[in-house]
């Protein structure tokens, strides 16, 4: 195992640490492990909260700060944060209009979130709603899950629910807004090699050079069927055939993300938007945005997921707000 680490155990301290010297508009409590806006909470604004298992960088940190979130709570490698680090960051971030927690469909994430907004209500009278990404057509269920994974959209829906919270809405309106979002998009994901986890030392799963996994967690959790090693025009097409099969994103624009898994270069995750970009064109699907490159990561896995958002008018707005994170950074 090669790693530009100090020790396996200390990976995530060892971040947070690098991550607040890089990044002088975050504030990071080290001792609860996690990352906040450099400002105080917003008076009067709902505050948005995720997180998760480390290693998907920069979901979920990289998104703290103006037009997404304002705290994100980080577990150690691929493993979910816990109920306190939940509730600190619950009750640090309340303005008085309440929170919206936005939690990946992983059983450990679900139960651990819910468990936090319960001792948040009772315990400071904060006013808390959930909101479970599920947005993965590759399976119902997996390794982590019941029903299906939360993945991509979880990346867009920060970014549109976060400047509906900017502007001035209420939880009920945020909270309504978000289950729309998951619900308007799909993905589907690939790998061409494993990825390694520090504390392990070895890859995840075996995968021959001539094959690829089709449908991949985003943990490394095997997908719908290992197949032959294709082109990047074939894989695009087994990644977008399921999520077409799955909603009808025709009639609507829509925003696309062509994601990386950590080990895949910007040039080839290029070449797979274009051939995406074909398939969907073809099929009478309007893409009105698109977003390339590595956003929600599986450490050093080589390989993509494809995302598709049925939006409207509102939405566009949304997502064409400003906004100003370490991971995405417009009309600032």
Same mark, same amino acid.
């Given at each position: 195992m090669k790693k530009l680490i100090n020790n396996p155990e200390s990976?995530?301290? *060892?971040?947070?640490? /690098? #991550?607040? !010297?890089?990044h002088p508009s975050l504030r990071v409590d080290h001792v609860n492990r996690i990352i906040y806006r450099r400002d105080p909470a917003q008076r009067g604004k709902v505050a948005l909260i995720s997180g998760g298992g480390s290693g998907h960088e920069p979901l979920h940190g990289g998104f703290v700060g103006f037009g997404?979130? &304002?705290?994100?709570?980080?577990g150690e490698v691929f493993t979910s944060p816990t109920p306190d680090q939940m509730q600190e960051a619950t009750q640090v971030v309340d303005g008085g209009a309440g929170v919206l927690? #936005?939690?990946?469909?992983?059983? /450990? &994430?679900v139960m651990n979130?819910?468990?936090a907004a319960e001792? !948040?209500?009772v315990e400071s009278g904060i006013k808390v709603e959930s909101v479970v990404t599920n947005d993965d057509v590759a399976v119902q269920d997996s390794t982590w899950t019941a029903g299906r994974r939360g993945v991509g959209v979880t990346v867009l829906l920060e970014k549109i629910v976060g400047a509906a919270a900017e502007e001035g809405q209420d939880l009920a309106s945020v909270a309504a807004l978000a289950r729309k979002v998951n619900d308007s998009a799909r993905s589907m994901g690939m790998a061409l090699t494993s990825c390694t986890v520090p504390a392990a030392g070895k890859p995840t799963f075996d995968l021959p050079e001539d094959e690829m996994e089709m449908g991949v967690g985003i943990h490394g959790e095997p997908g719908r069927h290992r197949v032959p090693l294709a082109s990047a025009a074939e894989i695009a097409e087994q990644l977008v055939d399921p999520i077409l099969a799955d909603l009808d994103f025709t009639g609507a624009p829509a925003i696309v993300m062509l994601n990386g898994m950590g080990g895949t270069p910007l040039i080839e995750l290029y070449v797979a938007y274009g051939e995406v970009h074909k398939i969907l064109a073809?099929?009478?699907? +309007?893409?009105?945005?698109?977003?390339v490159g590595n956003y929600i990561t599986s450490l050093d896995m080589a390989g993509c997921s494809v995302t598709v958002l049925r939006a409207d *008018?509102?939405?566009l707005r949304l997502w064409d707000a400003p906004v100003n994170t +370490? /991971?995405?950074r417009w009309g600032i």
């Open positions: 990976v995530l301290a *060892d971040a947070l640490t /690098g #991550i607040e !010297a890089a997404m979130l &304002d705290a994100a709570c980080a927690h #936005i939690v990946k469909n992983y059983t /450990g &994430d979130f819910e468990m001792l !948040a209500s073809k099929a009478g699907v +309007t893409v009105a945005r698109s977003l *008018d509102e939405a +370490t /991971g995405l």
